[in-house]
């Protein structure tokens, strides 16, 4: 069976300070994977998603970037945090979205 | 670029109820349509998948329904029990991509 993991659950990071989250899969090979950003009482944006190793679209222009190194690993990265990238991350996949999303169990990021 | 809107924004319903929940879409070019739960802090759990040929799907106590042509879909809870309370949130997929709504916060009071 399929299953996604994602890590650490929880980050405290200075401002300023380089990111990296990473999210792999396993139990499926070149899955559709997905970073999504949670703020504190907004709805789920999509941040970045790929459809195979190093192909990447960015939804939305930010301080983030990501990068898929293998057939199922995601991961998400800054060089400089911001405050305003606090918030509750969530890693996803599916397969070419047949069979619908299926989310990690997310990290918390307090900027401080 | 798909817009979707859920409402009620928030529900607060006596154990036991029946409720609905709606979610509309702008683009009804979809491929399949998502319904997930949210506990708070935790992330999302599927419920049902419905694609674009059906017209609802069931599991349990829930019930969801798709009419693509409309851009609307429905989640029916029947028997409502205090464990059903989290955020709801429906999502169509118009291809690589799941949109979503900003979901129904539901509450079930003992």
């Known amino acids: 069976s399929q299953t996604i993991h994602q890590w650490p659950a929880t980050l405290v990071q200075p401002v300023g300070s380089p990111l990296s989250l990473e999210c792999t899969v396993e139990g499926t090979s070149n899955p559709n994977l997905y970073w999504y950003r949670q703020a504190a009482g907004r709805g789920l944006q999509l941040l970045f998603y790929?459809?195979?190793?190093?192909?990447i679209s960015s939804e939305v222009p930010q301080n983030l970037s990501a990068s898929r190194p293998q057939d199922r690993q995601f991961i998400l990265s800054s060089k400089k945090l911001l405050l305003s990238d606090s918030g509750f991350y969530l890693c996803a996949w599916s397969d070419v979205g047949i069979y619908g999303y299926t989310f990690g169990s997310g990290t918390r990021l307090t900027v401080v | 670029k798909q817009e979707v809107t859920q409402i009620p924004a928030a529900l607060s319903v006596p154990e036991g109820e029946n409720l609905v929940l709606n979610c509309s879409f702008t683009?009804?070019?979809?491929?399949?349509l998502q319904w997930f739960r949210q506990d708070p802090g935790k992330g999302l759990t599927s419920l049902l998948l419905?694609?674009?040929?059906?017209r609802e799907q069931t599991s349990g106590r829930l019930n969801a329904s798709l009419d693509k042509s409309s851009g609307r879909s429905t989640l029916y809870i029947a028997a409502s029990q205090p464990g059903d309370s989290a955020t709801y949130l429906c999502a169509p997929n118009t291809g690589n991509q799941f949109y979503f709504g900003t979901g129904t916060s539901l509450t079930v009071i003992p």
């Open positions: 419905i694609q674009s040929s059906q």
């Open positions: 683009d009804s070019a979809i491929y399949n």
């Open positions: 790929s459809v195979g190793i190093g192909q």
